[in-house]
Nanobody, 126 residues
């Protein structure tokens, strides 16, 4: 089992930056990939960024490419640096991890991740 606890988040003005963190504990040796998802009320949870633990290969959705950076340390600490924030980035952000292997980080779907954090709110005002 793996336990994930998010930290960071909060409120920011458009154009500002926030940094999310996620602390993993338990059987972290079994993690192949970690990711950040986000969700707003009434909509499905969407993947924002994914990273392979072994070689730090990353993938991002188009709307955050060039603004967000995902990084990790030994499958124990996961980060999401969010720069040039926009109001549409407002959401609950979730850290996730999986022991499932996929050929590319972009091949992961939401159902591949079976360990989740409790979420942390990010609110961006214009």
């Amino acid at each position: 089992q793996v336990r994930l606890v998010e930290c960071g988040g909060g409120s920011a003005q458009a154009g500002e930056s926030l940094r999310l963190c996620c602390l993993a504990s338990g059987d972290t040796y079994s993690i192949y990939s970690m990711a950040w998802f986000r969700q707003i009320p009434g909509k499905e949870r969407e993947g924002v960024a994914t990273i392979y633990i072994r070689d730090d290969t990353t993938t991002y959705i188009d709307s955050v490419e060039g603004r967000f950076t995902i990084s990790q340390e030994n499958a124990k600490n996961l980060y999401l640096q969010m720069d040039n924030l926009r109001p549409e980035d407002t959401a609950m952000y979730y850290c996730a991890a999986t022991r499932i292997w996929r050929a590319r980080p972009g091949d992961y779907g939401r159902d591949d991740f079976h360990w989740w954090g409790q979420g942390t709110q990010v609110t961006v005002s214009s």
